[in-house]
């Protein structure tokens, strides 16, 4: 308890940002950093005995404030990252919530009883070095096609609530709590333990075309169709060419038998990748083109079902860049969500608003989820095909104003298709947005205040939100 108090009363910590967009700077009281499961119940006790609220924070990818509370106890789980327990004839593994996904998979692929080759079966791509506990909290999916969204993977959970008591949730047990808990941002306990599901390592052949918006649903329902069981869609990010957000590269991953995954492959080094981004904001023609032809050459190539779901990330990209270009900037990713017989209107849609904004794609992709029917706050209410934008946002305030109507108009082009949009990225959806999107918000508020009346567990975020909801 003294700790605690200590750590409260004394002038702020350095401010915390999250790693990707780098716009959330926050000042929190305090940091605290337990070093086992036993000493994170401790410290929530005595937050509570304080009257402090806390928010767990994982590896700082969410980017609207879910994992930060200015001036109150953020709780980092990067010290509870061990495997507790696995079952290799049932395929579950027990991990703390710190846990990274490559600490994972490293641990799978050393143990010696793991005769089944068991792995996991989806994670988000792109980058590898995110918590489970945060990849629960916003319910990720990853490339899979017929997959619905983690919460799927997941057999059960162990929580801390607001006064340090410990519970178990599940599909079974406590249904209501884990519901909430499963793409509920940390605001209903810290979830200590994670069970989950695990599949056999299969051998994938990536197979590569080019195809367009109009065919793409076609062309993913008939990879489905004859057993592929991962594949995206990477389309032409310049808004200059009749192209953009059209014409794309589909690159499918279909299980296959007795092959061997040949070395050396076609990939892509740490310099290919930042050459490629860097050509994304200067020559986005060029970008797509020397990217489409990279992957077409891979056509073929073999890879293990984990290690495709893995990626480089350039985390620091912009650090190099930012004085040569005279302001300081980085990446906005938004996540939107159609129903897929509205795909290609959209894209035509998006492609019409990103140029009337003059918004700066850097990235784009189309990858499938389906529906979710665990959640409480479920992002994937139906089947959907899901569009990321990553857009570059100036850190100026005239830069943020125009990501922010940027954003705001692609949401209302997939609420008018009947769509969506995910929760965890900015915070710059107004609340008419909120409620079309996510109709059950209202009630998550209301099972919030009846789960947590202190407001033990806060974050910006949810302040965002409950001021957008309760003024």
Aim: aromatic share 8%.
């Amino acid at each position: 308890m003294h700790d605690v108090q200590q750590a409260i009363a004394p002038s702020p910590e350095p401010a915390l940002n999250d790693v990707h967009s780098r716009l959330n700077p926050t000042r929190p009281a305090a940091v605290l950093q337990p070093p086992s499961a036993a000493a994170a119940c401790r410290l929530v006790r005595d937050c509570a005995t304080a009257g402090a609220s806390l928010v767990p924070m994982g590896a700082r990818h969410a980017m609207g404030g879910q994992q930060f509370l200015s001036g109150g106890c953020v709780l980092d789980t990067a010290a509870l990252d061990r495997v507790l327990s696995f079952d290799p004839q049932r395929g579950l593994i027990t991990v703390e919530a710190g846990i990274r996904w490559p600490a994972l998979l490293q641990w799978l692929a050393r143990y010696p009883g793991n005769h089944a080759g068991w792995t996991i079966r989806q994670k988000q791509t792109g980058a590898d070095d995110f918590s489970l506990g945060g990849a629960l909290a916003s319910n990720i999916h990853g490339r899979g096609l017929g997959f619905a969204p983690f919460v799927d993977d997941v057999e059960s959970i162990e929580l801390v609530d607001g006064q340090g008591r410990l519970s178990t949730a599940s599909r079974h047990e406590n249904r209501e709590l884990f519901a909430l808990v499963a793409g509920g941002y940390g605001l209903f306990g810290l979830v200590l333990r994670l069970t989950l599901h695990l599949v056999p390592r299969r051998t994938l052949r990536r197979e590569v075309r080019m195809t367009r918006a109009s065919r793409l649903i076609a062309d993913f329902d008939a990879a489905i169709a004859t057993g592929c069981s991962h594949g995206d869609f990477q389309f032409s990010i310049d808004p200059g060419g009749d192209d953009f957000l059209d014409l794309g590269i589909l690159s499918c991953y279909r299980p296959v038998a007795d092959a061997v995954i040949g070395s050396p492959q076609q990939q892509l080094r740490d310099d290919d990748f930042s050459r490629l981004l860097h050509l994304a904001h200067t020559d986005p023609a060029r970008a797509f083109d020397e990217y489409a032809a990279f992957y077409l050459s891979t056509h073929g190539q073999h890879y293990a079902s984990d290690a495709q779901q893995t990626g480089f990330y350039l985390g620091h990209y912009h650090d190099a860049i930012d004085a040569a270009a005279g302001h300081r900037g980085s990446e906005m990713i938004t996540e939107l969500y159609v129903p897929r017989t509205h795909l290609a209107d959209f894209l035509g849609a998006a492609a019409e608003s990103l140029r009337r904004h003059r918004a700066q794609a850097v990235y784009g992709t189309v990858r499938l989820i389906e529906r979710d029917a665990v959640s409480l706050l479920a992002w994937a209410r139906e089947p959907w095909a899901c569009v990321v934008f990553n857009l570059h946002v100036r850190h100026d305030a005239a830069g943020i104003a125009a990501a922010r109507d940027a954003f705001r108009a692609l949401i209302d082009a997939a609420l008018e298709r009947g769509g969506g949009y995910h929760l965890t990225y900015h915070r710059w959806a107004t609340r008419e947005q909120v409620e079309a999107a996510h109709p059950r918000f209202p009630e998550f508020l209301r099972a919030k205040r009846a789960l947590d009346p202190d407001c033990r567990w806060s974050s910006d975020w949810y302040r965002h939100h409950l001021a957008l909801f309760e003024g």
